[in-house]
């Protein structure tokens, strides 16, 4: 059974940093795309981050040059290095795996405060 | 790149069919094949319910299609349930901003 788990969010004050992770087991994360995608409250959906199976990876617009998107191979694990913080990134940050490029898997959310 | 445009909301009775619309543009919509819906009831994780516009996965209800006539994408749902009411989101792939979400529509099941 594939399941994703996300971890590291918290509250964090503007300027900050925190590290997002999502361990997955019931399948590779080197062999999928996988994905971050988050949701301000009451808000939509929007999507944040993909890193291919081969290694390239993207980001939108809102995040570029502030957020890092990597894996660890070994622990089967997916990250999302977020500097530069800002109230505006306060969300429930999703992972979800890729497949026929739509998000089939998803984890159950990790929530990120940005305040002072 | 833009969100996709939904309607906020829509509304139908049981047993009813309602669609939701999905416009974007010639360059996600319109270029792909790939647009992609999904369910999510209040405090859950979205839920995929269709991909590649009209394929739906092991599980999911054939009560829900999906279509596409040029930029814009639709999501069918025929003999509307109670447990149907909930917020639904499409999305598409879009090249070099790789995907693009709409803004959702919240379902309500009268």
């Known amino acids: 059974e594939v399941q994703l788990v996300e971890s590291g969010g918290g509250l964090i004050q503007p300027g900050g940093s925190l590290r997002l992770s999502c361990a997955a087991s019931?399948?590779?994360?080197?062999?999928?795309?996988m994905s971050w995608v988050r949701q301000a409250p009451g808000k939509g959906l929007e999507w944040v981050s993909v890193?291919?199976?081969?290694?390239?990876?993207y980001y939108a617009d809102s995040v570029k040059g502030r957020f890092t998107i990597s894996r660890d191979n070994s622990k089967n694990t997916l990250y999302l290095q977020m500097n530069s913080l800002r109230a505006e990134d306060t969300a429930v940050y999703y992972c979800?795996?890729?497949?026929?490029?739509?998000?089939?898997?998803w984890g159950q959310g990790t929530l990120v405060t940005v305040s002072s | 790149q833009s969100a996709l445009t939904q309607p906020a909301s829509v509304s139908g009775s049981p047993g009813q069919s309602i669609t939701i619309s999905c416009t974007g543009t010639?360059?996600?919509?319109?270029?792909?094949?790939?647009v992609s819906w999904y369910q999510q009831h209040p405090g859950k994780a979205p839920k995929l319910m269709i991909y590649?516009?009209?394929k739906r996965p092991s599980g999911v209800s054939n009560r829900f299609s999906g279509s596409k006539s040029g930029n814009t994408a639709s999501l069918t749902i025929s003999g509307l349930q109670a447990e149907d009411e909930a917020d639904y989101y499409c999305?598409?792939?879009?090249?070099?901003?790789?995907?693009?979400f709409g803004g959702g529509t919240k379902l309500t099941v009268l």
């Open positions: 999305c598409s792939y879009a090249g070099s901003s790789p995907w693009v």
């Open positions: 590649e516009v009209s």
């Open positions: 890193i291919y199976s081969g290694g390239s990876t």
């Open positions: 019931g399948f590779t994360v080197s062999s999928n795309y």
């Open positions: 979800a795996s890729i497949r026929n490029y739509a998000f089939d898997y």
């Open positions: 010639s360059s996600d919509v319109g270029s792909y094949n790939l």
